[in-house]
């Protein structure tokens, strides 16, 4: 599954940062900064969500099917557009927002793997100029990690994007879905299989689906479970093995740090050396010489 390589239509402007390189496949992130204007759309075949970055609040004409809207957006103001539905909009003032474009296929996989819905049961509301801070912070989090090109790796832009779709089904759909709950977590076994998994493939770009078929559950109901078995979510545990794998070669081998950054899946020794010393209290260097 693979979001379409098409870009946000409805700009001239190139983006000033977006997710097309670095192979997401749950969602397509674009950051905009665009002058007066504004454009009319065709119907995206993806959902859209659109999140205000705004510091000055500026007024938007927006349309999305048969609904119009007139409004001051602020910061933090999100518009949704569901697929399949024309749209258009003309902002007055230079505008700043997070374009984030939901694969079909993916939203599909979240309704029928967490909400045990068909897809065309769950119906997208149109939403124009809504506060909603749990949506807002993982979109927050996703900027954070576009912004960093990707650096925390797959496993956790997939947890994040899964969040966001049962989030947003919850709060913006016209049948309001029961998201089944687990009692309990993992099994032991299935727990010593997924963490045996993750150690055996610390220099890998792990994805949540790999871990989730593994445990033999959905992807969204997986990182609940794995975080009640073990305290932390998958990419804390993935990232904590990591740091450990770190130590022991930093203290029982003569590989140079880059080496080490790259055997334990770190994309370069900057990323390496931060988390090092995030979880540690030292840097690689000073623990090695510790």
Same mark, same amino acid.
């Given at each position: 599954?693979?979001?379409?390589?098409?870009?946000?239509?409805?700009?001239?402007?190139?983006?000033?940062?977006?997710?097309?390189?670095?192979?997401?496949?749950?969602?397509?992130?674009?950051?905009?900064?665009?002058?007066?204007?504004?454009?009319?759309?065709?119907?995206?075949?993806?959902?859209?969500?659109?999140?205000?970055?705004?510091?000055?609040?500026?007024?938007?004409?927006?349309?999305?099917?048969?609904?119009?809207?007139?409004?001051?957006?602020?910061?933090?103001?999100?518009?949704?557009?569901?697929?399949?539905?024309?749209?258009?909009?003309?902002?007055?003032?230079?505008?700043?927002?997070?374009?984030?474009?939901?694969?079909?296929?993916? #939203? %599909? @996989?979240? +309704? /029928?793997? *967490?909400?045990? &819905?068909?897809?065309?049961?769950?119906?997208?509301?149109?939403?124009?100029?809504?506060?909603?801070?749990?949506?807002?912070?993982?979109?927050?989090?996703?900027?954070?990690?576009?912004?960093?090109?990707?650096?925390?790796?797959?496993?956790?832009?997939?947890?994040?994007?899964?969040?966001?779709?049962?989030?947003?089904?919850?709060?913006?759909?016209?049948?309001?879905?029961?998201?089944?709950?687990?009692?309990?977590?993992?099994?032991?076994?299935?727990?010593?299989?997924?963490?045996?998994?993750?150690?055996?493939?610390?220099?890998?770009?792990?994805?949540?689906?790999?871990?989730?078929?593994?445990?033999?559950?959905?992807?969204?109901?997986?990182?609940?479970?794995?975080?009640?078995?073990?305290?932390?979510?998958?990419?804390?545990?993935? #990232? %904590? @093995?990591? +740091? /450990?794998? *770190?130590?022991? &070669?930093?203290?029982?081998?003569?590989?140079?740090?880059?080496?080490?950054?790259?055997?334990?899946?770190?994309?370069?020794?900057?990323?390496?050396?931060?988390?090092?010393?995030?979880?540690?209290?030292?840097?690689?260097?000073?623990?090695?010489?510790?």
């Amino acid at each position: 599954m693979a979001v379409s390589q098409s870009s946000n239509a409805q700009n001239s402007e190139s983006p000033i940062f977006s997710s097309l390189n670095l192979d997401w496949e749950t969602i397509l992130l674009e950051e905009y900064r665009q002058p007066s204007g504004g454009t009319t759309l065709a119907a995206e075949a993806d959902l859209v969500i659109v999140l205000s970055l705004s510091t000055q609040p500026h007024r938007i004409y927006q349309q999305i099917g048969d609904r119009h809207h007139i409004g001051l957006y602020h910061q933090g103001d999100l518009c949704i557009t569901p697929s399949g539905i024309p749209s258009g909009y003309q902002a007055e003032g230079d505008d700043h927002y997070l374009y984030a474009q939901i694969p079909s296929r993916f #939203l %599909q @996989q979240v +309704v /029928e793997e *967490a909400l045990e &819905l068909n897809l065309d049961r769950v119906e997208v509301v149109p939403t124009f100029q809504s506060r909603n801070p749990q949506l807002e912070q993982l979109l927050r989090l996703l900027q954070a990690e576009l912004h960093q090109d990707g650096r925390m790796g797959r496993l956790y832009v997939e947890s994040l994007t899964n969040a966001l779709v049962v989030n947003l089904l919850r709060d913006y759909s016209t049948t309001q879905p029961h998201i089944t709950q687990y009692d309990g977590g993992l099994g032991d076994r299935k727990l010593l299989q997924v963490t045996h998994y993750i150690n055996e493939a610390l220099d890998q770009d792990i994805k949540l689906a790999d871990l989730a078929q593994l445990a033999g559950v959905s992807q969204s109901h997986f990182s609940r479970l794995f975080k009640r078995s073990m305290g932390l979510s998958p990419h804390q545990y993935l #990232l %904590q @093995q990591r +740091v /450990e794998r *770190a130590k022991q &070669l930093l203290k029982n081998t003569n590989q140079s740090l880059v080496e080490i950054a790259l055997a334990c899946g770190f994309d370069s020794h900057s990323h390496f050396t931060r988390q090092f010393r995030h979880i540690t209290g030292l840097t690689p260097k000073a623990y090695r010489a510790h």
